[in-house]
Nanobody
Framework: QVQLVESGGGLVQTGGSLRLSCAASGRTLSMYSMGWFRQAPGKEREFVAVINWSGRSVHYSDSVKGRFSISRDNAKNTVYLQMSSLEPEDTAVYLC?????????????????WGQGTQVTVSS
């Protein structure tokens, strides 16, 4: 089992930055692809970014490309999402997820483990 705990969310003004962290326990994350998703009120869960086990392969949704950056520190069993140039449309609960395969999945259904999420609110 893998337990994931997100942190780093909060309230920020338009144009601001936040760095989210996803810390894992139970197993090492070094062989898992890790993804970030978000869900706004009344909307479906949306893929944000994914990073493979080595960190050499990353993918972003078009809506965050160029503004967000995903990274990982396997020694700390932690994955990060650096968010810059935040917009009100980025307001959502951000969740991290782990997939124990060699894929780099962008669909939530492909992930095995999920955190509880951290709220990000961007004020206009």
């Amino acid at each position: 089992q893998v337990q994931l705990v997100e942190s780093g969310g909060g309230l920020v003004q338009t144009g601001g930055s936040l760095r989210l962290s996803c810390a894992a326990s139970g197993r090492t994350l070094s062989m898992y692809s890790m993804g970030w998703f978000r869900q706004a009120p009344g909307k479906e869960r949306e893929f944000v970014a994914v990073i493979n086990w080595s960190g050499r392969s990353v993918h972003y949704s078009d809506s965050v490309k160029g503004r967000f950056s995903i990274s990982r520190d396997n020694a700390k069993n932690t994955v990060y999402l650096q968010m810059s140039s935040l917009e009100p449309e980025d307001t959502a609960v951000y969740l991290c997820a782990a997939d124990g395969s060699l894929r780099v999945p962008t669909r939530g259904s492909e992930y095995h483990y999920w955190g509880q999420g951290t709220q990000v609110t961007v004020s206009s």
